[in-house]
């Protein structure tokens, strides 16, 4: 699965999960911010990739990756998600935990660890807590 799925996916399990709008997140693994916003209103998520200056969104369980022209399915149970990238054929898992999105990526295996960034705040929620 490609890098930027990965942080459209850990945006949205955010979003969908806590209700709270996200404005950014930090990617632990690029060692790095990255520019992208996400949030449900209602049924619908809309987001926005700020690296690609392209927009995601839709309503579970399918979100439309604009750039790729992709889908990426999303299953909630809980603070669990898993679903699906098409466009790579990759499975993953996530949770969300403490403004923290870990995701399990099955295609690299391995784990990836996203802090998301406070809409509301100058902080992310993980590292403000």
Same mark, same amino acid.
Do not use: N
């Given at each position: @699965? #490609?890098?930027? %799925?990965?942080t459209?996916?850990?945006?949205?399990?955010f979003?969908y999960?806590?209700?709270?709008?996200?404005a950014g997140l930090? $990617?632990?693994?690029?060692?790095?911010?990255?520019?992208i916003a996400a949030?449900?209103?209602?049924?619908?998520?809309?987001?926005? $990739?700020g690296d690609?200056?392209v927009?995601?969104g839709?309503?579970?369980p399918?979100?439309? $990756?604009?750039?790729?022209?992709s889908?990426v399915?999303?299953? @909630?149970e809980? %603070?669990?998600i898993?679903?699906? #990238?098409? &466009? %790579?054929?990759?499975?993953?898992?996530?949770?969300v935990?403490d403004?923290?999105?870990?995701?399990? #990526?099955?295609a690299?295996q391995?784990?990836?660890?996203y #802090?998301?960034?406070?809409?509301?705040?100058?902080?992310?929620?993980h &590292?403000g807590?």
């Amino acid at each position: @699965m #490609d890098a930027h %799925t990965r942080t459209i996916i850990a945006a949205a399990a955010f979003a969908y999960v806590t209700g709270r709008k996200v404005a950014g997140l930090y $990617d632990h693994a690029a060692g790095r911010d990255v520019p992208i916003a996400a949030e449900v209103r209602g049924a619908q998520l809309q987001g926005f $990739d700020g690296d690609r200056g392209v927009r995601f969104g839709g309503a579970l369980p399918e979100l439309h $990756d604009a750039g790729d022209q992709s889908y990426v399915s999303i299953a @909630m149970e809980g %603070t669990q998600i898993h679903g699906f #990238d098409r &466009r %790579t054929a990759s499975h993953y898992r996530a949770e969300v935990r403490d403004g923290l999105v870990q995701i399990f #990526d099955h295609a690299e295996q391995a784990w990836f660890s996203y #802090d998301i960034q406070d809409a509301e705040a100058a902080q992310a929620y993980h &590292r403000g807590a």
